[in-house]
């Protein structure tokens, strides 16, 4: 997220319920910090193989190339929450992402962050257009930052 506004539920424009798991909580009885990247994630790639993409044997795959997360409250075992997604950047090759993790059906916040993918070709590790069909799931969501 850019600034120091934090995002509101409204702010995103897809969804996706993800249910804690019990290895999600650390010893302090909270989901771990790593944990969000994983949400993260999840709902990225619920898009982009909407979108088309192939993870195992499609020719154009996406790199994260950056990652950041801001926590704000915590959640644990045995939770769900809603991670909220929209594009802030949608460029020829790389995308930007911005996710915010609410509890489920609340304007409670609990973190939120950003992902970039360069999309690749598969082979050659070199930046490839993103495919048309990922294009438009992804055109789909794009808001300002």
Known sequence: MRGDARPARADYGRYL???????????????????????????????????????????????????????????????????GLRVTKLGRTSVRYEVGIFRADEDALCAYGHFVHVFVDRATRRPAPLPEGIRAALAGLLREG
């Open 17 to 83: 319920r993800i249910q804690t798991r019990w290895a999600d909580n650390d010893v302090y009885g909270h989901v771990n910090n790593v944990v969000y990247y994983s949400y993260f994630d999840t709902v990225i790639n619920r898009v982009l193989v909407g979108g088309g993409l192939d993870p195992i044997e499609g020719s154009v795959i996406g790199l994260c190339v950056e990652s950041g997360c801001q926590f704000v409250a915590p959640a644990r075992y045995p939770e769900e929450l809603d991670a």
